[in-house]
């Protein structure tokens, strides 16, 4: 950044948006036809939930077995506890244990 203006991020959270960036940007030269993403946005503030919710849903809209050469042929399940992610979802799983039971909740997003 120019002018001796400097960005200053924590650890865990520039960590976080770099490996992101390294993710989307394989998945732009060679994507694969799915991604577990397990709590990346966990040490991302709000605004950088949704723009990755919002990178996500809109960039790479969903695997299609018959699109293996476009660059938008992947499926992306996220493990989140932030609602960025989950107001970006195209459909939502929610577990609860109560009990001693687990249950499972699907809506859509």
Known sequence: MGNGTFLMLDMSHSR??????????LLQFKP??????????????LS???????????????YNPLSYLTNNSSQFI???L????FTNANRIYRTR???????????SG
């Open 48 to 62: 950088h939930t949704q723009n990755i919710g919002r990178l996500i849903k809109t960039r790479f809209k969903g």
């Open 32 to 45: 694969a036809p799915m991604y577990i993403l397990d709590e990346v946005d966990a040490a991302l503030d």
């Open 78 to 80: 996220v493990v989140s």
């Open 16 to 25: 976080s948006l770099i490996a992101l960036a390294l993710i989307m940007s």
């Open 82 to 85: 932030k609602e960025g992610m």
């Open 97 to 107: 244990f109560v009990d001693g039971t687990s249950s499972v909740m699907a809506s």
